[in-house]
């Protein structure tokens, strides 16, 4: 047999559109998952440690009385009770989004983020701390055996680490160019991560996801003796705590983004994708 023939044999058998193939390993899966529901967790309890005192600073020390470059809560006007969002001298009125939203009761309810997006859905700021710290440890521990997984399965290197041709600036526009047309990747190719796809996976575990870990250690005073060159690291914990909340929200940005993607390239495809591990390749356009 010669080299020409084994190659003609290889691209007859080349998946092409309309075929089932496999695409996510089970350990994806599982941790795709499992961070799902721990994710969910985590943001709902961060929300209701963040009404407890609804404000954000930088350095090292943070009260009532000191410049808050964020600060999300409600006040009283001539026209009734009133919430606001504040970035550095932007106000945003925002009631009944953010800082005063209404009770299932219908009665006013003064706080930061309103009942049903955190846990629990009444006040009470040891009670989320619990769900919050219970599940980070679960969810820093998830990330680290999954980072090790991925390097010894070689998931990293064959998957997310872009090819040098992916890298060049034509073919990075030509995909934002795709994208923003909703012309998404046929047959073999719909099989890979593209370069946007891969640019933002490595965004979230390689920046995202440490730094979350990394800041929330520094806010532990614990941890600060332990570690205290984390203080040093950030800035202070309140600085940390900053850094803490614009992560988490560039976190909540990557799944509303990646959840759109899913709607548009086919929820059913994707779903099953990620619960079998098997993928229909969708059909080339003649």
Same mark, same amino acid.
């Given at each position: 047999?010669?080299?020409?023939?084994?190659? $003609?044999?290889?691209?007859?058998?080349?998946?092409? !559109?309309?075929?089932?193939?496999?695409?996510?390993?089970?350990?994806?899966?599982?941790?795709?998952?499992?961070?799902?529901?721990?994710?969910?967790?985590?943001?709902?309890?961060?929300?209701?440690?963040?009404?407890?005192?609804?404000?954000?600073?930088?350095?090292?020390?943070?009260?009532?009385?000191?410049?808050? /470059?964020?600060?999300? #809560?409600?006040? #009283?006007?001539?026209?009734?009770?009133?919430?606001?969002?504040?970035?550095?001298?932007?106000?945003?009125?925002?009631?009944?989004?953010?800082?005063?939203?209404?009770?299932?009761? !219908?009665?006013?309810?003064?706080?930061?983020?309103?009942? /049903? $997006?955190?846990?629990?859905?009444?006040? #009470?700021?040891?009670?989320?701390?619990? /769900?919050?710290?219970?599940?980070?440890?679960?969810?820093?521990?998830?990330?680290?055996?999954? !980072?090790? /997984?991925?390097?010894?399965?070689?998931?990293?290197?064959? %998957?997310?680490?872009?090819?040098?041709?992916?890298?060049?600036?034509?073919?990075?526009?030509? %995909?934002?160019?795709?994208?923003?047309?909703?012309?998404? &990747?046929?047959?073999? $190719?719909?099989?890979?991560? #593209?370069?946007?796809?891969?640019?933002?996976?490595?965004?979230?575990?390689?920046?995202?996801? &440490?730094?979350?870990?990394?800041?929330?250690?520094?806010?532990?005073?614990?941890? %600060?003796?332990?570690?205290?060159?984390?203080? %040093?690291?950030?800035?202070?914990?309140?600085? $940390?705590?900053?850094?803490?909340?614009?992560?988490?929200? !560039?976190?909540?940005?990557?799944?509303?983004?990646?959840?759109?993607?899913?709607?548009?390239?086919?929820?059913?495809?994707?779903?099953?994708?990620?619960?079998?591990?098997?993928?229909?390749?969708?059909?080339?356009?003649?």
């Amino acid at each position: 047999m010669t080299a020409n023939q084994t190659t $003609a044999e290889d691209l007859s058998r080349r998946p092409a !559109g309309g075929d089932l193939v496999k695409r996510h390993r089970l350990s994806t899966r599982v941790w795709h998952w499992t961070n799902a529901v721990v994710l969910l967790i985590m943001l709902m309890s961060g929300l209701m440690i963040f009404n407890a005192h609804p404000r954000l600073y930088w350095g090292q020390f943070g009260a009532n009385p000191d410049h808050a /470059w964020l600060e999300i #809560n409600g006040r #009283n006007t001539p026209e009734g009770p009133q919430g606001y969002l504040r970035v550095g001298d932007i106000t945003i009125v925002t009631t009944g989004i953010l800082g005063l939203s209404k009770r299932a009761d !219908g009665r006013n309810n003064p706080v930061a983020f309103p009942a /049903w $997006a955190t846990i629990p859905s009444d006040y #009470n700021l040891a009670l989320s701390r619990r /769900w919050h710290l219970t599940f980070a440890w679960l969810f820093a521990g998830g990330i680290l055996a999954y !980072g090790v /997984w991925s390097l010894v399965n070689g998931h990293v290197r064959r %998957d997310l680490l872009p090819s040098r041709g992916e890298l060049k600036p034509g073919h990075i526009w030509g %995909d934002i160019k795709h994208h923003a047309m909703l012309k998404f &990747p046929t047959g073999e $190719a719909a099989r890979h991560y #593209n370069i946007l796809q891969k640019g933002a996976y490595l965004l979230v575990l390689g920046i995202l996801i &440490p730094g979350m870990v990394l800041t929330g250690l520094t806010m532990s005073p614990s941890m %600060d003796a332990i570690f205290p060159f984390l203080l %040093d690291i950030f800035g202070g914990r309140q600085s $940390a705590r900053s850094i803490h909340f614009i992560l988490a929200a !560039g976190l909540v940005a990557f799944i509303l983004v990646h959840l759109l993607m899913v709607l548009l390239a086919g929820p059913f495809n994707e779903i099953r994708s990620m619960i079998t591990g098997r993928y229909r390749l969708p059909k080339e356009k003649s």
